[in-house]
């Protein structure tokens, strides 16, 4: 199945990437560019731990809110909404 995939457009091989818990999150930018990263806040108190960091244009960045944003709306209609959750 793997042999299918890589041959369809669009495949990245996304099957092979390292996936990781985030619920810490921090974005810087300057004039050029986006930083967002992505780690973990434990609820003992214990200082957060950055694990990932993203670089991207502004271009990208916005395209990042737009796709989020759609996720969270697809999300709040399947699942209902969880505003008071983080």
Avoid at 40 to 67: C, N, W
């Amino acid at each position: 199945m793997s042999e299918q995939r890589e041959n369809e457009p669009g495949f990245s091989g996304a099957d092979r990437i390292e996936g990781k818990y985030a619920n810490y999150f921090q974005v810087g930018h300057n004039a050029f560019e986006f930083v967002i990263d992505f780690g973990q806040m434990y609820s003992d108190g214990r200082q957060e731990h950055f694990h990932s960091r993203i670089v991207t244009g502004p271009a990208y960045a916005r395209e990042l809110l737009k796709v989020l944003a759609e996720s969270i709306e697809q999300y709040e209609k399947t699942f209902g909404s969880r505003g008071g959750q983080k």
